[in-house]
């Protein structure tokens, strides 16, 4: 995945983060001694629309740099919605706007956590693996406002639900993959039963 490295003071946050979510990312980034995701962020107005938590890790731990692959928003093949399912329904049956996000990332009045769920035509989970010193650390930002005041049975509750969005999601992935298994079974017996007339007719030519 392309990416640049971007001042972290030029990043604007679109959701909350979880605080012990953000305590157990911090934990995993130090021991791993790299950023391996890029965050995805909207390229005009510099606001985060996915990887949140690594967002306020950088700033709250002090980076000056952040991984960033910026993505035009204006492109139709970039949907958003609040559950992983709406990845396959239109942005107006989908409860939330591209319009809302900018509004919300321009004005600073954040999502609670995870409320949005980006779609993107590639593979966001590429690693690019960029060692924590190129980040360069310097002074932590203050992002006190950016952490949602919840519980750890709340976060917990939510990565259920979370869980249970992804089944979904697989189980709707299943369905199309049966179907286009359908669909070949059916234009393979297509084929034979063409390939079958069409050398029948050429025996008929011969006689």
């Not at 107005?45 to 910026?70: C, Q, T, W």
Request: glycine fraction near 4%; charge should be neutral.
């Amino acid at each position: 995945m392309e990416y640049k490295l971007v001042p972290i003071e030029k990043l604007r946050a679109l959701e909350q983060v979880f605080p012990n979510h953000l305590k157990n990312l911090k934990e995993m980034i130090y021991r791993d001694g790299v950023m391996k995701y890029a965050l995805i962020v909207e390229k005009e107005h510099n606001i985060v629309l996915d990887g949140s938590h690594r967002h306020i890790f950088l700033a709250m731990e002090g980076y000056k740099l952040a991984p960033v692959h910026y993505v035009d928003y204006k492109n139709p093949y970039i949907q958003v919605g609040t559950v992983l399912s709406h990845r396959f329904l239109i942005e107006d049956q989908t409860g939330i706007s591209k319009e809302e996000v900018i509004k919300r990332g321009v004005s600073g009045n954040l999502f609670p956590p995870r409320t949005t769920r980006h779609f993107f035509p590639f593979r966001k989970s590429v690693d690019i693996d960029v060692p924590l010193p190129k980040l360069k650390q310097g002074k932590p930002l203050d992002v006190i406002g950016h952490i949602a005041d919840v519980d750890i049975q709340e976060e917990i509750d939510h990565n259920k639900k979370y869980i249970q969005e992804i089944e979904e999601e697989t189980d709707i992935i299943i369905h199309y993959l049966e179907e286009g298994r359908k669909t070949k079974k059916y234009l393979c017996k297509q084929v034979e039963e063409m390939e079958k007339q069409h050398k029948e007719e050429k025996l008929e030519v011969k006689i």
